[in-house]
C-alpha cells in the first residue's frame, strides 16, 4: 500500500513557478505508477501528469504539456511536479495518486479510476 502526502503548494503570480512534492510510504512504491491531478470546487478531477514504475514513461494533459514535468525519485519515495508558466486557470486543487496496483510496465494511468490512493491536496493559486 502506498499513502502519498503532497506539499509545495501556494500563491503565486501568473508567469511563476511552483514545485509540487509527493511523499509515499509503502514498500511498494517503487514498482507503482503514479500520478498527479487537480479540482476546482464543484468540478470533476481532471488528470495534470503520469508517471509509469520507473519514470522511463510520462504522460501529460495537453493543458500542461510544454509547462509541467513530473519526474520520480524511487530511492527516496518521491514524485515531484515541476510548473512553470503558470496562468490563472492552473488555480486548484492538486492531488498526487499512486495507482491501484503494481504495474512494472510502460503504463501511465491517466483516469482517476485507475488510482487507488490519494494525498489529501495541496492548493495553488495563481494570481494575475
Known amino acids: 500500500q502506498v499513502q502519498p502526502v503532497e506539499s509545495g503548494g501556494g500563491l503565486v503570480q501568473a508567469g511563476g513557478s511552483l514545485r509540487l512534492s509527493c511523499a509515499s510510504s509503502?514498500?511498494?512504491?517503487?514498482?507503482?505508477?503514479m500520478g498527479w491531478f487537480r479540482q476546482a470546487p464543484g468540478k470533476e478531477r481532471e488528470f495534470v501528469a503520469g508517471?509509469?514504475?520507473?519514470?522511463?514513461?510520462?504522460v501529460y494533459a495537453d493543458s500542461v504539456k510544454g509547462r509541467f514535468t513530473i519526474s520520480r525519485d524511487n530511492a527516496k519515495n518521491t514524485v515531484g511536479l515541476q510548473m512553470i508558466s503558470l496562468k490563472p486557470e492552473d488555480t486548484d486543487v492538486y492531488y498526487c495518486?499512486?495507482?491501484?496496483?503494481?504495474?512494472?510496465?510502460?503504463?501511465?494511468?491517466?483516469?482517476?479510476?485507475?488510482?487507488?490512493?490519494w494525498g489529501q491536496g495541496t492548493q495553488v493559486i495563481v494570481s494575475s
Open positions: 495518486a499512486a495507482h491501484r496496483s503494481i504495474k512494472i510496465s510502460t503504463t501511465v494511468a491517466t483516469q482517476a479510476n485507475e488510482y487507488g490512493y
Open positions: 509503502g514498500l511498494s512504491f517503487s514498482r507503482t505508477p
Open positions: 508517471i509509469n514504475w520507473s519514470g522511463g514513461m510520462t
